[in-house]
């Protein structure tokens, strides 16, 4: 990459290296240096009339790819406007890293000071509907932060992770060495010895067992298993809509363990 670079250039070169394809969004003026540095990425941006409909779209493109859905938000009501889709994403469980742009440094914590799209705290507007909300004051922070956004985003229980970086922190000139390598890796929740005892305890007496899949069933590839306890129970298992989201290119349901046991 040559040329003066900026913190948009690390949210995009974090992204990258993560895995991320495409992005999801509406342009904004706090957020242009997100967008501007996606001209010099490979990120493959869509976008939406409204905000609601670029969050709705970044959840759906994440139940059909198995991928983490990816959003960038402008300030104030860009951001308030994409609420209602990220609470869809947050109660099904779906995983999503938001990047949402914020009035400039100088601004932040002071009360209707007059500055364009300015809330008072925008975080927390997002707090019911996302997992957790960071803010990025510095933009040598912003790989490291959207690093541990994309690790939680797909730990158990998967969702939204939501960050906030100024608009002079993405637009102005940056030291930082373009990003080349970053690593998100899933921390579970191991299950609880005494509950998987309860409940293998209340299935061996069970008379007509039946099993309903959730999506967590789908997002932790726990296909395989599925179909074990399906076939030692002789259970017959229902899928949720959240469990039966198919893969792009295929016909087959990934909840599904099979014709003889699944309904």
């Given at each position: 990459m040559t040329g003066?670079?900026?913190?948009?250039d690390?949210v995009?070169?974090t992204?990258?290296?993560?895995?991320a394809?495409?992005v999801?969004?509406?342009?904004?003026?706090?957020?242009l240096?997100?967008?501007?540095?996606m001209?010099?990425?490979n990120?493959h941006?869509?976008?939406?009339r409204?905000e609601?409909?670029?969050?709705f779209?970044?959840?759906g493109y994440?139940?059909?790819?198995?991928?983490?859905?990816?959003?960038f938000?402008s300030?104030g009501p860009?951001a308030?406007?994409?609420l209602?889709g990220l609470?869809?994403?947050y109660?099904?469980?779906?995983p999503?890293?938001?990047?949402?742009?914020?009035?400039p440094l100088?601004g932040?914590?002071?009360?209707?000071k007059?500055m364009l799209h300015?809330l008072?705290?925008?975080?927390a507007?997002a707090?019911?509907?996302?997992?957790?909300q960071?803010?990025?004051?510095?933009a040598?922070?912003?790989p490291?932060a959207?690093?541990d956004?994309w690790t939680?985003?797909?730990?158990?229980?998967?969702?939204?992770?939501w960050?906030?970086?100024?608009q002079?922190v993405?637009?102005?000139?940056?030291?930082?060495?373009?990003v080349?390598d970053?690593l998100?890796?899933?921390?579970?929740?191991?299950?609880?010895?005494?509950?998987?005892r309860?409940?293998?305890?209340?299935?061996?007496?069970a008379e007509?067992?039946?099993?309903?899949?959730?999506?967590?069933?789908?997002?932790?590839r726990?296909?395989?298993?599925?179909?074990?306890i399906a076939?030692k129970?002789?259970a017959?298992?229902?899928c949720?809509?959240g469990?039966?989201?198919?893969s792009?290119?295929t016909t087959?349901s990934?909840c599904?363990?099979?014709?003889?046991?699944?309904?």
């Amino acid at each position: 990459m040559t040329g003066v670079r900026n913190g948009g250039d690390l949210v995009v070169e974090t992204l990258e290296a993560l895995g991320a394809k495409t992005v999801f969004g509406i342009p904004g003026q706090h957020a242009l240096g997100l967008f501007d540095a996606m001209g010099r990425g490979n990120l493959h941006f869509v976008s939406s009339r409204v905000e609601n409909n670029s969050a709705f779209a970044a959840d759906g493109y994440s139940r059909a790819t198995g991928e983490v859905g990816v959003l960038f938000l402008s300030t104030g009501p860009g951001a308030l406007t994409s609420l209602a889709g990220l609470q869809e994403a947050y109660a099904t469980g779906v995983p999503m890293v938001v990047v949402a742009s914020q009035i400039p440094l100088e601004g932040l914590g002071a009360r209707r000071k007059g500055m364009l799209h300015q809330l008072d705290d925008q975080k927390a507007s997002a707090a019911n509907v996302t997992k957790s909300q960071r803010l990025i004051q510095h933009a040598s922070g912003i790989p490291s932060a959207i690093q541990d956004a994309w690790t939680e985003a797909i730990s158990s229980p998967q969702g939204p992770v939501w960050l906030e970086i100024p608009q002079n922190v993405l637009l102005d000139p940056i030291m930082v060495p373009p990003v080349e390598d970053a690593l998100a890796e899933t921390a579970d929740n191991p299950p609880r010895v005494e509950l998987v005892r309860e409940a293998v305890k209340w299935l061996s007496t069970a008379e007509r067992p039946a099993i309903i899949a959730g999506g967590g069933t789908r997002r932790g590839r726990a296909e395989k298993s599925l179909l074990s306890i399906a076939e030692k129970l002789r259970a017959p298992v229902i899928c949720t809509p959240g469990a039966t989201a198919r893969s792009r290119g295929t016909t087959s349901s990934h909840c599904s363990p099979g014709s003889r046991t699944s309904t």
